[in-house]
C-alpha cells in the first residue's frame, strides 16, 4: 500500500475495493501551511523588521472516505466502525497515522468538522469529508535516543531528518556536573541548568524537559518526572528562547545542516537527547 491512513490504527487505504472503506480524490497529502508572520512597521524608518523565529501553526488533515458494502446492514456497520474511530460524542485525542510506503508517522488530532454524508442508495456507499485539526503541527517519526558530548557541533539525526523544529525533545545528564548548557546552533536557542549551589554527583541522573522548563535530580536511568528533586530552579533559558532542535535545507536537493553545542561542567559523561522527528 503507497499511500493511506490509520485513525486509531484502523488503516484507510487509498485503493478501491468492492467492500469496506477507502479514500478518495480530494485526500490530502500535506496540508496547507499557515506560519505565524509578526513584522514590525517603525514609523518615520524604511523597511519593516521581521520578528524570526516565530513557530509553524496547527495544521489541519482532510481525509475523503468511501464507505461501502453489498447491503444495507453491512454498510450501517461499516458507518458505526468509522464514527467509532472519530470519538463522537468525546473530545479525546484521535492518533492519526500517515503511510508512505514503508514510512508510518504519527499526530494527535482532533476532529473538527464531518460534512453531510453524500449517500447513493443503488451502490450502498457514503462519502463523507472529514477534517482533523493537529494542534502540534507536525506528524512525528519514531522515538530514538542518542548521546552528545561537550562539543560545539554535535548532529542529532532527528533534525536533519525533520522540516520543523523539535520542541519536546528531553535531555538526560548522567553526574557528576555543576552546570551544563545545549544550543541549537541554527536558531540560537539554549536552555541552561546550574545556579552555583546545587550540583550532580556520581550515579545520579538529571532529567530536563525544556518545553516544560521542569528538571529533577534523580538516582536511576529513568525519563519519568514521578521521582526524584525538583530543581527546576536552576534552569534557564537564553538566546531566542526554549531550546528547540532545528535544521535548515541548504545546499544540494535534500541536504539539510544543523548542529548543536553542548557545554557541561564538572564532568562530560555525556547527554542523552530522546526525540522524534518531525515533518509535513
Known amino acids: 500500500m503507497a499511500t493511506a491512513y490509520k485513525i486509531n490504527g484502523y488503516t484507510i487505504g487509498g485503493k478501491a475495493v468492492t467492500t469496506g472503506m477507502y479514500l478518495l480524490d480530494g485526500t490530502e497529502y500535506a496540508p496547507a501551511l499557515a506560519p505565524r508572520r509578526a513584522v514590525i512597521e517603525m514609523p518615520g524608518t ?63 488530532a482532533q476532529l473538527v468538522s464531518m460534512n453531510t454524508p453524500d449517500f447513493s442508495c443503488p451502490s450502498n456507499r457514503a462519502d463523507a469529508t472529514i477534517i482533523f485539526n493537529v494542534p502540534g503541527g507536525a506528524w512525528r517519526g519514531p522515538q530514538t ?29 548522567r553526574g557528576p556536573a555543576t552546570a551544563f548548557q545545549i544550543s541549537d546552533n541554527n536558531s540560537n536557542t539554549t536552555i541552561f541548568w546550574g545556579d552555583g549551589s546545587t550540583s550532580i554527583s556520581l550515579n545520579q541522573w538529571l532529567l530536563i524537559d525544556p518545553r516544560y522548563m521542569r528538571a529533577r535530580v534523580q538516582t536511576s536511568e529513568t525519563w519519568s518526572f514521578s521521582g526524584g528533586t525538583n ?24 541536504n539539510r545542516t544543523g548542529t548543536f553545542s553542548v557545554n557541561t561542567s564538572g564532568g562530560n559523561n555525556g547527554v542523552q537527547v530522546r526525540s522524534r522527528y518531525a515533518v509535513v
Open 46 to 108: 524604511h523597511y519593516a523588521v521581521p520578528q524570526w523565529n516565530d513557530p509553524l501553526s496547527q495544521i489541519t488533515v482532510s481525509l475523503k472516505i468511501r464507505v461501502v458494502d453489498l447491503t444495507p446492514e453491512a454498510l450501517a456497520s461499516r458507518w458505526n466502525i468509522l464514527m467509532g474511530l472519530l470519538g463522537m460524542g468525546t473530545n479525546q485525542p484521535i492518533t492519526l497515522t500517515r503511510v508512505r510506503g514503508s514510512i508510518e508517522e504519527t499526530a494527535e
Open 145 to 173: 535516543d542518542v548521546n552528545f558530548f561537550n562539543n560545539s557541533a554535535n548532529v542529532l539525526p532527528n533534525a536533519l531528518a525533520s522540516t520543523v523544529p523539535i520542541a519536546d525533545a528531553l535531555l538526560l545528564l
Open 231 to 254: 530543581v527546576t530552579g536552576a534552569l534557564e533559558f537564553r538566546g531566542n528562547g526554549p531550546l528547540t532542535f532545528t535544521s535548515r535545507g541548504s545546499g544540494s536537493f535534500g
